[in-house]
């Protein structure tokens, strides 16, 4: 249900205790009446009243068992003071006139009025903590965060009017007369000797006329005194409620701070709401956590960038390495290819001066040799590479000699194979020897005597 | 909300930022974590800071010694062309048939006849074959064998032998067939010679 823009005035009474919502922010609009009988606990009442529907935001409560009374201090020991101090200071000072701690007790300051020579006077109501905690926590729970804590006897005192009154409550009659600038608490039930007096002492002093009669209805003891007034003050409570209600509300309105009504501790004034506190809290929480998150998340792309490069790097080396693996084994396939190339263009230029020299050598250390008695007659290449040499010997002595001889030439490079040798006869009688034998080159080579080429 | 009391509304309030705080510790951060963990394992394997720089430096010197061993390739290949040339060249076999008559005249031998070998003779060892097959694995042609037949004594052959080594053109003699008779100094030759 959406809450009102108005407000509520809670009246704790003896008898009764009243509720009364107003639609909106002025007296004068809707008001919607609510009465419960009293409990005799301010805050039970004011829990009572309070579930009786949706409260709005703002409510005055006035206790008609509140404390309140007119207190006198030096002008110059109050000078300059700030209203908590002030309310402290008065506080103490009411500390021996009502009966309770300041420790444990709320104190409201209304208006500074006319003291005696050299004081200042307030009217002043004081409310035991426990009430006033009680009181709030019952509206709070229910909504109601703004609350302000009175005694219905104080509201009258924000009237602009200029006529003196009288105004009784059960337990307290305030008195007013505007021209003198008094203001008079009388602590007493109406009809009490003591009220009686203090009413009748005020009238007295009182040269204005008329003065008011408000509050309960005059009845029994009271009658005679409140007949002497003329009454102008309306319907009192009892009789009027809303009106009653309506009045002090106009009051309340036009009074402001005025008037001495306790309003939030300041602690608790600043307390914030469970919502406030979640929304707070969560706004911390998510605040703290993205910060966190964020910080943590930069640590972690950081550390991933320097990942990322030390991957490329280790790309690059491994590329690196494989493109060297690769380009080896291509040096040295392609080196070998350039040394078998190499071997095979001087194996085959060894080959042609293999060729080249043999025959000059065999040539060569045929011609060096000479031994008495033997011919050579013919030299004939064969296709396995060897040299069929043929002649003639005198004896086979001398064929022996001679192919020992060519055979132990180191530089010859060939292999002199034993000769074959065969006996002809000739003219003379004599034989002669024809002899053959095979020359083979030897892959061992000859030992250079710088005469092959 | 009006129903729960104050403690219970406080902790309802504080609800959104324990969730808030929850997500963060039990989803957010693990990830993260993770995350992290798996980039500090993959820096503890980050190289010493002169690896890439020795590595790139011995791939650098291997690709000069590549550019080297291209060199020498194309060295290799020119002198394998102008060796092949020399050797198995069709076109410098006429000069070399000139020269080598001219260098077999010139240290007295006489030469009768020179002309381009009929197959068969006593060409054809397993050395000279291989020698041929060489040529060939190489990109040359096989060799032609041409037979000079002349006469000359044992001096004038060999001298005619050591001329054909200094000629400038390709003649390799591979054969020799001699003759001589009893009392006279006059060889006969015959020569198998690839040119």
Redesign the interface.
């Known amino acids: 249900m959406a809450r009102s823009a108005g407000f509520s005035l809670i009246v704790v009474g003896r008898r009764h205790s009243r509720r009364f919502d107003f639609a909106s922010s002025r007296a004068e609009g809707e008001v919607t009446p609510h009465e419960i009988a009293a409990s005799g606990v301010a805050a039970d009442d004011v829990a009572n009243l309070a579930a009786l529907g949706p409260m709005p935001r703002r409510a005055t409560v006035l206790l008609d068992s509140a404390w309140i009374q007119t207190v006198e201090l030096p002008a110059a020991a109050v000078r300059g003071l700030g209203i908590e101090d002030l309310r402290r200071a008065v506080a103490f000072e009411l500390e021996g006139l009502s009966g309770l701690s300041s420790a444990t007790s709320e104190v409201a300051v209304g208006e500074e009025i006319p003291g005696s020579a050299g004081k200042v006077r307030w009217v002043a109501v004081e409310v035991h903590d426990e009430t006033a905690a009680g009181i709030r926590s019952a509206l709070g729970e229910r909504g109601c965060g703004a609350v302000t804590i009175g005694h219905p006897a104080s509201l009258s005192l924000a009237s602009e009017e200029r006529i003196p009154f009288v105004e009784v409550h059960e337990r307290v009659t305030i008195a007013r007369d505007p021209d003198r600038g008094a203001v008079v608490v009388i602590p007493a039930r109406p009809g009490q000797r003591s009220w009686r007096g203090s009413v009748e002492r005020f009238v007295s002093e009182t040269d204005a006329r008329p003065i008011r009669w408000q509050g309960i209805v005059p009845s029994g003891e009271v009658e005679d005194l409140a007949a002497a007034f003329r009454d102008e003050g309306g319907l009192p409570m009892e009789l009027d409620p809303v009106g009653t209600a309506r009045r002090w509300a106009r009051d309340l309105s036009a009074a402001g701070e005025r008037l001495p009504l306790v309003g939030p501790p300041r602690a608790a004034r600043r307390s914030p709401g469970p919502l406030a506190i979640g929304i707070v809290a969560t706004a911390i929480a998510i605040g703290a956590v993205g910060f966190l998150h964020v910080r943590r998340r930069r640590e972690v792309e950081d550390l991933e960038a320097r990942a990322v490069t030390v991957s490329a790097d280790l790309r690059r080396i491994a590329s690196a390495e494989r493109a060297l693996a690769v380009l080896r084994r291509e040096t040295n396939d392609r080196e070998q290819t350039i040394r078998d190339a190499e071997k095979s263009l001087e194996t085959i230029a060894a080959g042609f001066e293999t060729q080249r020299a043999g025959m000059r050598r065999l040539l060569r250390g045929m011609a060096r040799l000479r031994v008495a008695g033997v011919a050579v007659t013919s030299l004939e290449s064969r296709p396995d590479g060897a040299v069929e040499i043929e002649g003639l010997g005198a004896t086979t002595a001398a064929i022996d000699a001679y192919v020992s001889a060519l055979s132990g030439d180191a530089r010859l490079g060939w292999e002199i194979r034993p000769p074959r040798c065969e006996a002809r006869p000739r003219g003379d009688g004599r034989e002669i020897q024809l002899y053959s034998f095979r020359a083979v080159p030897t892959s061992k080579g000859a030992v250079d005597d710088g005469e092959t080429r | 909300m009006?129903a729960l009391g104050?403690r219970d509304?406080?902790l309802?309030?504080?609800?959104?930022?324990?969730v808030?705080?929850a997500?963060?510790f039990w989803w957010?951060?693990p990830e993260?974590d993770a995350?992290?963990e798996?980039?500090?394992l993959?820096?503890r394997?980050?190289?010493d800071p002169g690896?890439?720089a020795v590595?790139?430096a011995?791939?650098a010197r291997?690709?000069l010694?590549?550019d080297g061993?291209g060199r020498?390739?194309s060295s290799?290949a020119a002198?394998?062309r102008e060796?092949l040339a020399d050797?198995t060249d069709p076109a410098r076999r006429a000069e070399a048939s000139v020269a080598l008559s001219g260098a077999l005249s010139s240290h007295g031998l006489r030469v009768i006849r020179s002309e381009i070998a009929e197959r068969g003779?006593?060409?054809?060892?397993?050395?000279?074959r291989?020698?041929a097959r060489?040529?060939q694995?190489?990109g040359g042609a096989a060799p032609e064998v041409w037979t000079c037949e002349a006469r000359g004594t044992?001096?004038s052959?060999?001298e005619a032998?050591?001329a054909v080594?200094g000629l400038s053109v390709f003649a390799?003699?591979?054969?020799?067939?001699?003759?001589?008779?009893?009392g006279r100094p006059e060889l006969e030759v015959k020569l198998?010679i690839w040119i």
């Open positions: 009006n104050r509304r406080y309802l309030a504080l609800l959104p930022a324990l808030a705080a997500l963060h957010l951060a993260l995350r992290a798996k980039a500090e993959a820096l394997r980050a190289p690896t890439i590595r790139e011995s791939l291997a690709r010694e590549a061993l020498r390739e290799l002198r394998r060796q050797w003779g006593p060409v054809g060892s397993p050395a000279q291989e020698l060489g040529l694995k190489e044992w001096e052959l060999l032998l050591d080594d390799l003699p591979v054969a020799l067939s001699l003759t001589s008779d009893l198998w």
